[in-house]
């Protein structure tokens, strides 16, 4: 997912040692670490693959010990990598998967379970009752009514609430229930954190809990508009309000991309896909698809963002590479341009199930005696472009400000197939940095704005190197055939 950053572990620059920062992303499907100079160039790297439990079907859990010994591993490994001593390092950025969450025994530091990961979908069924329900529909009626008469935004957030497997709240709900130390510690003992918090727990030896507003917004907990950890649905979902950790003023990792004003788009295609957009001091709240978060809090400068979200882009494409649709990853852009069309075949993405669509399935349609791989694997990455396309105009439509730059990263913005189509189907630019692993950079770039190694936000824009930009070659009508075939196919592939 897009990441919520913090830094830690700052010494001062002005240790003429120090000459270097430290950048590490805990992502979905892989933990990394670089050092970057002044010049943000790449000094030395470390990556390991993260290894996701999946207990029962739809659960996704990590073990927090295998991650904590891979977060240190890295840090080590790519320190030793460029040749320096950890003295030499002016300060460390986390940047994490957001939304994952554990919990633990206040007083021993012992976890109750292990991460519950945002792709988990042991809350499906609370999340859809729940979005169903009468008492929701009321609570959207009163903050409606309350937002038209005083005009206060604060009312506008509640107005729109709706629940989704990605978010924390309903798992966190889930855990009250079922885990019986958990119950057990509920009052005085138990500690609730994302990756960033139980990291920085571990790193400082328990001495500092605190998570960052980007993370805290992700969780579906936190209120956006008051800035606080949310009463009222936390009393509607029998949590204690004794268990959130202090949010602490942070920079996200829209940073990495520089994505400092109004209209800025970010868009991440690794596990999942997330558009990312900057609404400045605004608070956009978009119903079902779209959510309002904070983007980073520096001093009283708040800047909110609205996210989107397509659940498993990179998750589809691996599960091709699995089944040996393609054998290396780069190599698929080149069998999806090697055939005119995908020949009516259609790729329904399905294997995470979403809070608008529970009963979608994954699936194929429309395969022929003539399909080859090529067809399978272009199919694929088309469901990618066609999905960013619906994303896109439903922030269009949505959100009362004009999209300026569009940037991506994320492993699958490495892919130029896909890269083109999407814009192409939106019609616009889109720039594609030379490093895509942006959070590392964006985690990097708050530790050495926190720690005096950078100086501002100037700064650092001087230092974006922008590899490619895709710009719209073919007219939106060229795609309008194969978009409504695909389309079709969702609607077949909804009620499975």
Not at 179 to 190: D, H, P
Request: with cysteine; charged share 20%.
């Amino acid at each position: 997912g897009p990441r919520g950053a913090m830094p830690c572990g700052q010494q001062e620059s002005g240790a003429g040692a120090a000459r270097y920062v430290v950048g590490v992303d805990v992502g979905s499907t892989m933990v990394k670490c670089h050092v970057y100079d002044r010049a943000a160039a790449v000094r030395g790297s470390s990556s390991r693959k993260v290894e996701s439990l999946y207990p029962r079907p739809g659960w996704v859990e990590l073990d927090p010990e295998v991650l904590w010994s891979q977060f240190v591993g890295v840090i080590k490994e790519a320190v030793q990598a460029a040749g320096l001593h950890m003295r030499q390092v002016a300060g460390l950025g986390i940047s994490t998967q957001r939304a994952t969450f554990i919990t633990w025994h206040k007083r021993t530091g012992k976890p109750f379970h292990n991460f519950i990961s945002w792709q988990d979908l042991r809350s499906a069924e609370l999340v859809n009752s729940w979005n169903k329900s009468l008492l929701l529909k009321v609570i959207h009626v009163i903050f409606t009514v309350l937002h038209f008469l005083t005009g206060n935004d604060r009312y506008l957030a509640p107005s729109f609430l709706t629940f989704s497997t990605q978010q924390t709240s309903m798992k966190l709900s889930w855990v009250f229930k079922n885990i019986q130390e958990v119950k057990a510690a509920r009052k005085n003992n138990c500690c609730f954190g994302t990756v960033d918090t139980w990291l920085l727990y571990r790193l400082t030896k328990g001495s500092v809990y605190a998570t960052d507003y980007s993370n805290a917004s992700a969780t579906g907990v936190f209120e956006p508009f008051t800035k606080c950890w949310n009463p009222t649905l936390c009393n509607l979902l029998s949590i204690p309000m004794s268990i959130y950790p202090p949010v602490a003023d942070q920079q996200s990792a829209m940073f990495g991309e520089c994505c400092f004003h109004p209209g800025d788009v970010k868009l991440t295609m690794g596990t999942g896909g997330f558009w990312n957009v900057n609404t400045g001091e605004h608070l956009f709240a978009s119903g079902r698809g779209l959510y309002p978060l904070i983007g980073w809090k520096i001093g009283e400068e708040v800047v909110y963002l609205t996210e989107g979200c397509i659940s498993d882009i990179g998750t589809a494409i691996k599960w091709a590479q699995d089944i040996n649709l393609f054998t290396n990853v780069d190599e698929t852009a080149k069998m999806a341009r090697s055939i005119v069309d995908s020949q009516g075949v259609c790729f329904v993405p399905g294997f995470q199930v979403s809070v608008n669509d529970p009963d979608l399935c994954a699936s194929f349609m429309g395969l022929k005696p003539s399909t080859t791989r090529n067809h399978l694997v272009r199919a694929i990455l088309e469901s990618v472009a066609f999905r960013n396309k619906q994303l896109y105009d439903m922030i269009v439509k949505k959100i009362r400000i004009p999209l300026q730059t569009i940037r991506a990263d994320g492993g699958v913005s490495n892919n130029s197939f896909v890269m083109q189509m999407t814009s192409d189907l939106i019609n616009k630019k889109i720039e594609k940095p030379v490093n895509a692993d942006m959070s590392s950079l964006g985690a990097a770039f708050l530790a050495g704005l926190a720690s005096g190694f950078w100086t501002d936000k100037e700064q650092l824009k001087k230092l974006r190197r922008i590899e490619v930009v895709f710009e719209p070659q073919k007219d939106l009508e060229e795609y309008k055939p194969a978009m409504d075939t695909w389309l079709q196919a969702m609607k077949c592939s909804l009620h499975w």
